[in-house]
């Protein structure tokens, strides 16, 4: 099972967390990412990490903005968002997909994850 929190709404170039919670396996066994969905646009991969070894994968458009992090011991993926724009503005989900596959073949939706969380909206806008 996998479990999103943290969204909201946050002004032009402020912050926010999202967390991922991940039931069953241990996060080693599992590669999580982070997508997002605006109304009318199709789903994009945000940012991905091996639960195993934290290899990270971020797409261009929130490079240099977005961070994603785990914590092994709470079973945590995390996604600390900043200077966010209105065009991030979305509902985001967590999904995971068992260790093995690729951080980017995950980011880069080649393949479909084995959970996904059922989302949480973040809304940028002043």
């Known amino acids: 099972q996998v479990v999103e929190s943290g969204g909201g709404l946050a002004q032009p170039g402020g912050s926010l967390r999202l967390s991922c919670v991940i039931s069953?396996?241990?996060?080693?066994?599992?590669?999580v990412g982070w997508f997002r969905q605006a109304p009318g646009k199709a789903r994009e991969g945000v940012s991905c990490i091996s639960g195993d070894d934290g290899s990270r994968y971020e797409a261009g458009s929130v490079k240099g903005r977005f961070t994603i992090s785990r914590d092994p011991a709470k079973n945590t993926v995390y996604l600390q968002m900043n200077s966010l724009k209105p065009e991030d503005t979305a509902v985001y989900y967590c999904?995971?997909?068992?260790?093995?596959?690729?951080?980017?073949?995950?980011?880069?939706?080649?393949?479909?994850?084995?959970?996904w969380g059922r989302g949480t909206q973040v809304t940028v806008s002043s």
């Open positions: 999904a995971a997909v068992l260790r093995g596959a690729q951080v980017s073949s995950l980011c880069e939706q080649r393949l479909e994850p084995n959970h």
């Open positions: 069953g396996l241990q996060l080693e066994y599992w590669v």
